[in-house]
């Protein structure tokens, strides 16, 4: 098991373009994070899943962001007609899951800039 | 208001002396964890420790331990013995109990560490 494994790792995308990121969890976690951070600032949690059900939502997340996780194994993030403001790092994380997980292990993130 | 405070953007420490990065936590949940992450400039979150809300002593994991005082809701992650690789981002998080959701880390702003040599 390589943990958690996030493609591409960097990304550069003119205005108004789409962009898709992928998240490769650990293969027994069957939780699974999303999260935007910017620069300076700590992660904000964007999205989970349990499986492959997408449990809750950020109001941070807005309609041009869609996620999803088929058969509860990887998942994607897409953002319709980027904008400047969604530059940022997009980090997931996966998880056991279950009460008293504590076990949150971390992607090395993908870096949007929107130009 | 903020669930995770850290309120030093910025400590320097000189290499093998022992340092402090404080954080403060707000929550009405009586089951809750708390975590500390490092986020090197490479950009990946790296666990560091771990206290649970019910745990009685204080968490240790080799040069980090987690001063935990409950009554004051305050989580400080205390190095000792700091080494040049130890310059980062520290983040400190919070996960609230099951009564109040779902399980999802809320983390703070973080504090840039520096060690000096």
């Known amino acids: 098991d390589t943990g958690v494994s996030q493609n591409p790792r960097h990304k550069i995308t003119k205005r108004g373009q789409n962009v898709t990121f992928r998240c490769d969890p650990i293969?027994?976690?069957?939780?699974l994070y999303w999260y935007r951070q910017t620069l300076g600032q700590g992660p904000e949690f964007l999205t989970y899943?349990?499986?492959?059900?997408?449990?809750?939502k950020s109001r941070l997340l807005s309609d041009r962001f869609s996620a999803e996780r088929p058969k509860g194994s990887f998942s994607t993030l897409e953002i319709q007609r980027t904008e400047q403001g969604d530059s940022a790092m997009y980090l997931c994380?996966?998880?056991?899951?279950?009460?008293?997980?504590?076990?949150?292990?971390f992607g090395s993130g993908t870096r949007l800039t929107v130009v | 208001a903020q669930k995770i405070t850290q309120t030093q953007p910025g400590m320097f420490v000189q290499e093998k002396e022992a340092v402090t990065l404080d954080c403060t936590y707000d929550?009405?949940?009586?089951?809750?964890?708390l975590f500390w992450y490092k986020q090197p400039s490479s950009g990946e979150m790296i666990f560091l420790i771990y206290?649970?809300?019910?745990?009685?002593q204080n968490a240790t994991e080799g040069r980090y331990s987690l001063n935990f005082q409950k009554a004051r809701k305050s989580a400080n992650l205390v190095i000792s013995a700091s080494q040049l690789g130890d310059s980062a981002m520290y983040f400190c998080?919070?996960?609230?109990?099951?009564?109040?959701?779902?399980?999802?880390?809320?983390f703070g702003r973080g504090t840039s560490l520096i060690v000096h040599p």
């Open positions: 994380a996966s998880s056991r899951g279950g009460q008293g997980d504590y076990g949150y292990t």
């Open positions: 293969s027994e976690h069957n939780r």
């Open positions: 899943f349990q499986n492959e059900a997408q449990l809750e």
């Open positions: 929550t009405s949940d009586q089951s809750y964890g």
């Open positions: 206290q649970g809300s019910y745990d009685e």
């Open positions: 998080a919070m996960r609230e109990g099951w009564a109040g959701g779902s399980y999802i880390p809320t």
